[in-house]
């Protein structure tokens, strides 16, 4: 798939963010890129990377290495994945299903988010390996009937977030008009007004090809618009959720089971011992409780108490060597959020398509520069 015309300079990650900022709307991307509060955590999360130095090894006939990585009885083509960002569908024209197709191409997993404006089913039909990242409210029995539909829609890894208790003080994107669901009004109106390509090329051609988007993947049927005079604020009832409903849940879903959102090896040792398959160490990108640790510093303790589980990071990856780096430090795999959702929403698929292009190739080359031929020769390379 060739490079689309306007990212043609986009030649690692971080080129997308003012790209990204110039195509959308200030309360799109205010709600896609600011952390909670003062960005803190958001902030911490790529000085922890910056913070980490590698050692390389010389002479050791790197020709002929490889990248693969196995995860939960896959073997994917690169160590990273597409992390669930809800709402995408605001930001790029059917942008999960963008995700779900280059993920495809490329071989590596996508996580749709449960937050995504596009049903899981047709996500799903355009690519069978997609997970799906719920979140759930703290009762049994929209939980089942959530997990059903997952199940039904033939997706076999649920990842399930647990580090929104209550929603992130995310007070930027507020002001500039981003909830759920947004209330149309003058300021938006201008907003999507001054940026014709986003109006046009995203937000129109949306609504011309299946209608007003709606929260389609909270439980078992179809939820609110995402833009409504009148439509209730959607009510979070999560802080209730507990470890039991965990186990019980854990009892009843027949496929993997994951949890997103930990920071703590003792909540580790709990997922371990409830026969979770694995944990995502994340911070959130930084998005809920600012001045949590950044996701990096936490990985080495949590590594050490994994069990049987497989640890997936996610929080702050921009560069190759920071996969590299969180995979020396103890993940078996990671994920990546903002440049992917800024790659869909520049490119469509093509866009996803050279996101992935440009970060394998730099964990292809900073392997060989560390003298390393397979990953799991990466633990001893650090500083
Ligand atoms: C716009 C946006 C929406 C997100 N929505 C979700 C979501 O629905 N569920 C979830 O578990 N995480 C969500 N996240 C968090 C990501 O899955 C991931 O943890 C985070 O983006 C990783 O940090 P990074 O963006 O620095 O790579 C969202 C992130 C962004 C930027």
Redesign the pocket.
């Known amino acids: 798939m060739s490079v689309p015309s306007n990212m043609q300079k986009v030649k690692c990650l971080e080129d997308l963010d003012a790209l990204a900022k110039a195509y959308l709307p200030g309360s799109i991307w205010e709600?896609?890129s600011t952390g909670a509060e003062n960005n803190l955590s958001?902030e911490g999360?790529r000085r922890a990377f910056d913070d980490i130095w590698l050692q390389p090894r010389i002479l050791k006939d790197v020709s002929k290495r490889s990248i693969k990585q196995d995860l939960l009885g896959k073997t994917y083509d690169a160590p990273f994945g597409i992390?669930?960002?809800?709402?995408?569908a605001m930001f790029g024209f059917e942008a999960d299903l963008n995700y779900a197709r280059a993920a495809k191409v490329a071989n590596i997993p996508f996580v749709m988010?449960?937050?995504a404006l596009i049903p899981m089913e047709q996500v799903a039909e355009a690519n069978s390996d997609v997970w799906f990242?719920a979140?759930v409210d703290a009762d049994r029995d929209s939980i089942a009937a959530l997990s059903d539909r997952v199940w039904q829609a033939g997706i076999k890894n649920l990842v399930i977030?647990v580090d929104v208790p209550v929603p992130g003080n995310r007070k930027v994107s507020l002001r500039k008009g981003f909830e759920y669901p947004m209330r149309p009004g003058l300021g938006i109106a201008i907003d999507a007004l001054s940026h014709p390509r986003w109006l046009f090329g995203t937000f129109l051609r949306t609504l011309l090809s299946s209608g007003l988007p709606h929260i389609e993947n909270y439980g078992p049927e179809r939820g609110i618009p995402i833009i409504s005079m009148k439509a209730p604020e959607r009510k979070h009832i999560r802080d209730g959720l507990n470890w039991e409903d965990m186990k019980w849940l854990r009892d009843r879903w027949q496929g993997k089971l994951l949890i997103?959102?930990v920071l703590s090896p003792e909540d580790t040792k709990t997922a371990a011992a409830t026969g979770l398959d694995g944990l995502?160490v994340?911070n959130?990108?930084?998005?809920m409780l600012d001045t949590a640790v950044p996701a990096l510093k936490a990985l080495p303790e949590i590594a050490a108490e994994k069990g049987a589980m497989s640890i997936l990071f996610?929080?702050?990856?921009r560069r190759g060597t920071d996969v590299v780096k969180a995979l020396a430090l103890g993940a078996d795999f990671v994920?990546?959020?903002?440049?992917f959702?800024y790659a869909a929403a520049l490119g469509e698929q093509a866009g996803v398509a050279h996101a992935i292009e440009l970060l394998s190739q730099e964990v292809y080359r900073t392997i060989a520069q560390l003298g390393c031929t397979e990953l799991d020769e990466l633990g001893d390379r650090l500083y």
Do not use: C, E, V, W
């Open positions: 709600f896609g958001r999360n992390a669930p960002m809800g709402a995408s988010s449960g937050s990242q979140y977030t997103k959102g995502f994340s959130h990108g930084g998005r996610d929080s702050g990856i994920f990546i959020g903002r440049p959702l």
